[in-house]
């Protein structure tokens, strides 16, 4: 059995957690925590080992912790790193390297410039074979997952047919649990995102792909409003749908009137979370006008990345095949069933 320690106990941290812990493959040895907060208790409460920095330990003295995290990292196969963006690269410096140890990174690092944590950012959908055996790799953020999940069926469905993709992304202030981060009453822009730079480390640097973004007051998942440009009569949109039937992770609704919707539905259905791990393309809005297909797909911020994780731990640790470690991650995560609930619940009236 392998063991994993994962540093950061956050919207992530606590999601890839809960979901290795069903993982008769794998052993979390603990979780490590920054701040003496509610938290603690709540990972100690689910199980968990929780370890703090050496020099914090003082500041955690009133809680049961198990150690300090610089010994936990003596003991483990690999780190899922969960820490705020940038804090994975300095953890990498200061703590995993000078131990030699094999890293998954999240979405807000970079694998450009001097502060790259990886030349490899992982998409399974597109790059799964170059993660087996690689020491550190950056899984890509929730809004670069999601486009990929889309772009990597269309490019193989039409290839050269494709001429051009304009994406705006419509981001969520924040997460549900997020609940001392205010959410404000305006809509922000975002200069130079860095989420097409990102999406074309995996689907081509040359990649006819244009990203602009902003950021909207709500909780409730990410919205991609994507115009894809072909070469002479674009697809209908019952041809675009069908390239998603059976595809993991991408779920066809009709009747979502919007992403909050959703999210009671996975509520209600007492998803882990209230996720579903996965991206919904509103089959309502899509378009076809003459050379252009226009759609739009909400993205589970939060969710979307806990399975990516779990193929990606498996490349690095097993170095398994592709076929494997999907079916591995099917038994754990359901994708497939919860595909098939939410496409029936919102499915197509009369
Ligand atoms: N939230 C999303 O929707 C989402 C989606 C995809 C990817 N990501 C990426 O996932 C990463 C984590 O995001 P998050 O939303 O989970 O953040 P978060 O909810 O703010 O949680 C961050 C966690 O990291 C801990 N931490 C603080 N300093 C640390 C350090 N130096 N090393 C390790 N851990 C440290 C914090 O501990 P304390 O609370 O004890 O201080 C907290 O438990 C980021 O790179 C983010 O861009 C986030």
Redesign the pocket.
């Given at each position: 059995m392998k063991k994993i320690f994962v540093?950061?106990?956050?919207?992530?941290?606590s999601r890839i957690t809960s979901f290795l812990k069903d993982d008769p493959e794998i052993s979390v040895i603990g979780v490590?925590?920054?701040?003496p907060?509610d938290?603690v208790n709540v990972a100690i409460s689910r199980g968990l080992n929780v370890y703090v920095p050496e020099r914090k330990l003082n500041d955690f003295k009133d809680f049961k912790i198990a150690g300090t995290i610089e010994s936990a990292l003596d003991d483990c196969d690999l780190v899922i790193?969960?820490?705020?963006?940038g804090?994975?690269y300095?953890?990498k410096k200061n703590i995993y390297d000078p131990k030699n140890l094999s890293v998954i990174y999240?979405?807000?690092?970079t694998t450009m410039g001097d502060e790259a944590v990886s030349d490899l950012l992982f998409n399974s959908r597109a790059n799964y074979d170059l993660a087996i055996g690689k020491k550190h790799v950056m899984q890509g953020?929730?809004n670069v997952t999601g486009m990929g999940r889309i772009l990597e069926p269309l490019r193989i469905k039409f290839s050269n047919r494709l001429v051009r993709f304009d994406v705006t992304l419509v981001r969520r202030w924040a997460?549900i649990e997020?609940t001392d981060k205010q959410v404000t009453d305006t809509i922000e822009m975002t200069e130079k995102p860095h989420h097409g730079d990102d999406v074309k480390m995996y689907f081509g640097k040359d990649a006819p792909l244009f990203v602009r973004a902003i950021k909207v007051p709500t909780r409730q998942m990410h919205l991609h409003i994507m115009d894809i440009r072909f070469s002479g009569k674009a697809p209908t949109p019952s041809e675009i749908h069908e390239i998603f039937t059976n595809e993991f992770g991408v779920a066809i609704l009709w009747t979502a009137k919007g992403t909050k919707d959703i999210r009671d539905y996975a509520k209600n259905m007492g998803f882990n979370f209230t996720d579903t791990n996965m991206i919904h393309i509103h089959a309502n809005m899509t378009v076809s006008i003459d050379d252009t297909v226009q759609m739009m797909y909400s993205d589970d911020?939060?969710g979307i990345?806990i399975p990516e994780n779990h193929m990606l731990m498996q490349a690095m640790l097993f170095g398994k095949s592709y076929k494997d470690a999907f079916s591995h991650t099917e038994s754990i995560f359901n994708m497939k069933e919860r595909k098939q609930k939410l496409e029936s619940y919102f499915a197509r009236k009369n």
């Open positions: 540093n950061g106990y956050g919207s992530i941290g490590g925590k920054y701040s907060d938290d790193d969960a820490s705020p963006g804090h994975g300095k953890n999240q979405g807000g690092e953020s929730c997460d997020q911020q939060t990345v």
